[in-house]
């Protein structure tokens, strides 16, 4: 089979509004029927529980914005301001945050294995299949009333038209226009929360091609990556503000993740 | 980002929207280099800045002005611009060249299947750009017909300013030689395009 | 003395889990059919060298893959007194990917994800009452993604 | 050491719906020139009973997930699965009907 790696676009999940007619609507609903995303989750919530690091703590006490430890409907309400750190945080920002601050973690040693492989997936990912699946029913609400929310959701849109990179791509060059397909991937148009709100309620998701589960923090890296443009900082402003102006646009979407992917 | 923190300050209004100046500021210091992607390609040109900010849709004028400049980017190799389709097939397929996961140097690829449909056998194609099947046998061969593929191939924006499609010859990503084979893959009688 | 108390004692704890070798009373593994290069010999080797083709298997799967990694299929056999079902990707390089026996306790039903190398039919060889009875659903494989 | 498995076992009409999920990489002997790692035999068993006896191989896809269904059952049936790889290891899990 050719090398055929993921690419930047990604495919909705439930055949809510296919934008045409999504020729891969059975094979989505059977292979999220027959998904083993919840092994992430049980791995996730393992993580959650473990004492590590230099205070020998868990993240128990890690608080989503509703409290500390508690889990319900926390994803959907991310991204999101944080007095005690002062800054927007997405859930990998605040999970890395709570590494640090509960756990004692230094930053070089909690974010020296971000993105994982099938052999072996990273903390991140096994943590935020664990959260964000404590938000499944819930209305995807991200913070708007902070200034620094607000800041952050224009840095966020002004990033998804920037054009920029050898290849002169935005994140709109792929996902600006309505029917449109890499090879046979649709490209939904992530500016529209029309088409928004059912791709964002599935992310994380756990991706069937190469059985590995994604966040959306390597999503975006793995979109710089092919838009031809140097690396993005793991959780910086920027990325939080990316996902910040995606959660917004799907604001009210029924979060339905972790999702299955192809 | 000091300009929108100022104007939150005065202004007391909603947020200005960050300027193409701001996000090429939080660009540069949120991201770094990796492979052969340096920092370098986080700046704008000219072009990528009008339309970033026109959102891709530039006063006709303004347009013109930019077309006849990226004309003037492109190296036309001199006599026949008509390379061997054959090897051009493998290009097309290539989703490679330019990433920070490419090894600089080595061969790279046009990822042009991302977004159209060329030969008649490969059935997952994209439909960002327009179906290119046929096109020798509907536009002719000639050698105009040769000098604008190469050209719409080596920088897009010489004829349409906001074009998404890559300026993949005056990026560096494909060879005089790769785009040569795929200006046959399109106008060679023998190529399937044209079967 | 409390050493071989403690053996005594753990190897009762196994009889009475019916553990002693995991999977002991099972039928081995069928080496032979799943390394069959072709379905007729994988058949043979499963003992069903020929099955009437029947309108009893039912096969549910997508009639396009985006991915080959994961090609889920579900098998429900409407023949009566069904004991085993095979599932067999014709174009796999090993074309038996699974086959199950079904005892009082169970329906004949079952539901796997299947790895397909490319567009190929899917097989399905199902034994009721010493007869074997077959059916084929072709499920085309793209390559989804840029590639890139 | 085996990865997770999860299962769930839910009366149906007429009969129970038993979803499990194995975590194990299934490799390929292409993908390990020549070392393959896969699962081989799966049991299934109701209230110790042994009702169902797969052999699969390793063009089932990584972290297998099976469905099957059981005949009848009550609330509180104890379900069991276990797995055996061509490696020696195993795995089980095990769910009361609910």
Redesign the interface.
């Known amino acids: 089979m050719?090398r055929a790696?993921a690419?930047a676009a990604v495919l909705m999940v439930a055949p809510a509004l296919a934008q045409q007619k999504n020729q891969f609507a059975d094979y989505q609903r059977m292979t999220a029927e027959g998904s083993p995303v919840e092994l992430f989750e049980l791995g996730g919530e393992e993580l959650w529980k473990k004492p590590q690091g230099p205070k020998n703590a868990s993240l128990e006490k890690c608080d989503l914005g509703k409290g500390p430890g508690i889990l319900k409907g926390a994803y959907a309400a991310l991204p999101r301001y944080f007095k005690d750190a002062g800054r927007v945080m997405d859930l990998e920002t605040r999970l890395l945050h709570c590494m640090m601050t509960l756990q004692g973690r230094s930053r070089e040693e909690a974010t020296k294995q971000l993105f994982g492989n099938a052999d072996r997936p990273s903390e991140m990912e096994y943590l935020s299949a664990y959260v964000a699946g404590h938000s499944r029913g819930a209305k995807m609400a991200p913070g708007a009333s902070h200034?620094k929310e607000?800041?952050s959701y224009?840095?966020g849109?002004?990033?998804f038209?920037?054009?920029?990179?050898?290849?002169?791509?935005?994140c709109a060059?792929?996902h600006g226009?309505q029917?449109?397909?890499?090879?046979?991937s649709d490209?939904p148009v992530l500016s529209d929360p029309k088409f928004a709100r059912p791709l964002i309620a599935t992310w994380p998701a756990y991706r069937v091609s190469n059985s590995q589960f994604k966040t959306m923090q390597w999503r975006l890296n793995d979109c710089?990556?092919?838009m031809?443009?140097?690396?993005?900082?793991f959780a910086?402003?920027?990325?939080v503000?990316l996902n910040m102006f995606l959660a917004t646009t799907a604001k009210g979407a029924e979060y339905r993740g972790p999702g299955t992917k192809r | 980002m000091k300009r929108?923190i100022l104007l939150?300050f005065f202004s007391g209004l909603?947020?200005a929207?960050?300027?193409?100046r701001?996000?090429?500021e939080?660009?540069k210091?949120?991201?770094?280099?990796?492979g052969q992607?340096?920092?370098d390609?986080?700046?704008?040109d000219g072009?990528?800045r009008i339309?970033?900010d026109t959102?891709d849709k530039p006063p006709a004028a303004l347009a013109k002005q930019i077309e006849a400049d990226q004309m003037r980017t492109i190296v036309f190799p001199t006599g026949s611009l008509m390379g061997d389709w054959k090897r051009a097939e493998k290009v097309a397929?290539?989703?490679?060249g330019?990433?920070?996961?490419d090894k600089p140097g080595a061969p790279a690829g046009g990822?042009c299947?991302?977004?159209h449909q060329i030969s008649p056998q490969e059935?997952?194609?994209?439909?960002?750009g327009p179906s290119l099947l046929g096109f020798g046998k509907k536009r002719g061969n000639g050698p105009e017909m040769q000098k604008y593929v190469y050209g719409k191939i080596y920088n897009a924006?010489a004829y349409n300013a906001c074009s998404?499609m890559?300026?993949l010859g005056y990026?560096?990503?494909l060879t005089e030689e790769q785009i040569k084979d795929l200006v046959a893959l399109l106008l060679d009688p023998a190529s399937p395009v044209n079967r | 003395m409390m050493q071989r108390r403690g053996l005594l004692k753990a190897a009762g704890a196994l009889l009475l889990a019916g553990l002693l070798k995991p999977f002991a009373a099972l039928a081995a593994w069928n080496k032979e059919a799943f390394a069959s290069k072709s379905s007729a010999d994988a058949m043979k080797s499963l003992g069903s060298p020929s099955a009437e083709a029947s309108g009893g298997i039912v096969i549910e799967a997508p009639q396009i893959a985006e991915n080959g990694a994961v090609v889920p299929i579900e098998v429900t056999s409407k023949i009566p007194g069904t004991t085993s079902i095979a599932v067999l990707v014709e174009k796999n390089p090993y074309p038996l990917v699974a086959k199950f026996d079904f005892t009082e306790g169970a329906l004949p039903f079952v539901k796997i994800n299947a790895k397909m190398g490319e567009t190929s039919d899917v097989r399905v060889v199902a034994t009721a009452g010493g007869k074997h009875y077959q059916a084929t659903k072709e499920i085309k494989v793209?390559?989804?993604g840029?590639?890139? | 050491m085996a990865g997770p498995m999860k299962m769930r076992a839910t009366l149906a009409s007429g009969y129970t719906d038993v979803r499990v999920l194995m975590t194990h990489p299934m490799a390929t002997e292409q993908q390990t020139k020549g070392q393959p790692h896969f699962i081989q035999n799966l049991e299934v068993k109701v209230n110790g009973k042994t009702v169902i006896e797969g052999q699969i191989s390793q063009a089932v896809s990584r972290n297998p997930v099976f469905s099957f269904r059981l005949k009848g059952g009550a609330k509180g049936d104890k379900i069991e699965v276990s797995w055996l790889d061509n490696k020696g290891d195993t795995n089980k899990t095990e769910t009361a009907v609910a």
């Open positions: 050719r790696l690419c200034p607000k800041e224009q840095l849109k002004a990033l038209f920037h054009r920029a990179g050898s290849w002169d791509f935005s060059s792929c226009e029917d449109k397909r890499i090879r046979m490209l710089y990556r092919q031809r443009m140097p690396e993005p900082n910086s402003d920027s990325m503000a | 929108a939150m909603a947020f929207e960050p300027t193409a701001d996000v090429t939080a660009l210091r949120d991201f770094h280099p990796r992607a340096k920092m390609r986080v700046p704008q072009l990528q339309c970033t959102r397929q290539d989703g490679r330019s990433m920070w996961s990822s299947y991302n977004c059935t997952s194609y994209g439909t960002l924006k998404q890559p300026r990026a560096g990503t | 793209t390559i989804g840029c590639g890139g």
